[in-house]
């Protein structure tokens, strides 16, 4: 009996948060913190143990993600402020040529969402997607699914953007690990929703060349006046990602680096807070003659956006830890041993995170609520081995992307600087999520067949 009163709290929990935060409007730190504290109450913790649960919950994510989160924020601000996003996206362009642009332009949004949030970077790529559209004389849909959807993938799949960063210290999965896997898994949904972008441009034409209707957000995106050096776009992006990659590799049983100084410095460098430390250091200096009131505005605004970030990734962990607290781990250890789920365990994670997206709207909130309800079900699912912990965060990711429509911020940004209509985001965006998230989850249960 105390097991099935603790999945009915848990599903209590899960639909607290989505009345809360979707029906209610309240924001999810509040919802969040309540639910952890609420939970625990009513599994019978005593008082005093709640309380000592959401504090070790809370301060632990923090110790992983915070700075990270921070850093990653900074390194997106400078990229979007000094144009080195919209250089991104013109190398890319000139590189693969303007016959193959809009699968240029996914790709460049795939990279350019690795520290940029979604929605900025696509007000960042937006006027370029608009001016090669025009230039080709295409649909503008076609373009704005490509470019939406490149940067959506590596929103939810690829470190540091918080979500996945947050999910993979909550589950104790390898960060270099998430980040190679996620890379891999990003090639196939950028395939396939680039081949759906091409589909609904055929059968939906907007023109590129409307007017839009936010000129002040317009304004922000134009191309800077003066170009930066390829090698200074993407080396604050690259490099964090480069040395975590290494990291992973020297930790490898096999020890390629060996034991010595190599790998010792590795492991200092390519340690998640140091690298990104160290790309917010290579960003700064691509606009070191920028004034400095200038630079500590872009990091204030850096560290705004990043604050609420990590207060509501802490509050998930403040969640994970209630529910490590209570029996619930090994009750469900029992429950599920006995069930036939075998290779398809792999889909749970993404099940309830799809769910959550759905219902709440926000990417990140599905997949840092997601996470601690999945650390008590690793066990028993057979994923707490291995590579186990890292597919289970990527397929937590592709759930999370499964579907964007009106109630997320997201499909609202698309739609707007698109021109597209509602009923056009709803057959482009929502469609194109459910494309990639499927595709997503696909990629991550083939995987797991070869890696588990």
């Not at 005593?46 to 990270?68: D, N, Q, S």
Request: glycine share 12%.
């Amino acid at each position: 009996m105390q097991g099935l009163l603790l999945i009915f709290l848990l599903v209590l929990a899960v639909l607290f948060i989505i009345v809360g935060t979707a029906r209610w409007g309240l924001h999810p730190f509040l919802v969040l913190l309540a639910s952890a504290f609420g939970l625990g109450l009513l599994a019978g913790l005593p008082a005093a143990e709640v309380a000592a649960a959401v504090t070790a919950g809370f301060g632990r994510t923090l110790g992983y993600i915070g700075i990270v989160i921070a850093a990653g924020a900074i390194i997106g601000t400078v990229l979007e402020r000094s144009g080195g996003a919209y250089e991104m996206a013109q190398r890319v362009v000139a590189w693969v040529g303007e016959k193959h642009s809009a699968l240029a332009l996914s790709f460049t949004g795939a990279v350019v969402s690795i520290p940029v949030f979604c929605d900025s970077g696509f007000i960042v790529l937006a006027p370029l997607a608009r001016s090669l559209a025009a230039r080709t004389k295409q649909s503008m849909a076609g373009f704005a699914v490509a470019v939406s959807m490149g940067l959506y993938a590596t929103h939810v799949f690829v470190p540091p953007t918080p979500g996945p960063i947050a999910a993979a210290g909550e589950l104790g999965a390898g960060l270099g690990g998430v980040i190679l896997l996620g890379l891999l898994i990003t090639v196939p949904v950028l395939g396939a929703t680039y081949l759906f972008a091409r589909h609904m441009g055929r059968r939906i034409y907007i023109d590129p060349e409307m007017p839009q209707e936010n000129e002040e957000e317009e304004t922000e995106a134009t191309p800077p006046a003066k170009r930066l050096p390829a090698w200074q776009a993407f080396a604050p992006v690259a490099l964090p990602v480069l040395l975590i990659g290494l990291r992973s590799v020297a930790e490898l049983p096999a020890r390629p680096f060996g034991e010595g100084a190599i790998a010792a410095t590795l492991g200092f460098l390519g340690h998640p807070n140091t690298a990104l430390l160290l790309g917010v250091f290579i960003a700064l200096l691509t606009v070191r003659r920028r004034k400095p009131a200038t630079l500590n505005a872009w990091v204030g605004h850096a560290l705004r956006e990043a604050g609420a970030i990590i207060l509501i990734t802490g509050a998930g962990g403040a969640l994970g830890g209630v529910l490590q607290a209570t029996p619930l781990g090994d009750y469900l250890s029992g429950a599920l041993v006995d069930l036939p789920l075998g290779a398809f365990s792999i889909l749970l994670p993404f099940l309830i995170a799809a769910t959550l997206k759905t219902a709440l709207g926000s990417s990140t909130v599905a997949i840092i609520t997601t996470a601690p309800i999945m650390v008590p079900l690793l066990a028993p699912l057979g994923l707490a081995a291995g590579l186990g912990p890292a597919l289970t965060t990527l397929a937590i990711g592709a759930g999370a992307m499964t579907v964007s429509h009106a109630n997320d911020s997201y499909f609202w940004v698309v739609s707007q600087f698109s021109g597209m209509s509602v009923a056009e985001a709803y057959r482009l965006q929502t469609l194109g999520s459910a494309v990639a998230g499927l595709t997503g989850i696909g990629a991550v249960f083939v995987l797991s067949l070869l890696l588990i």
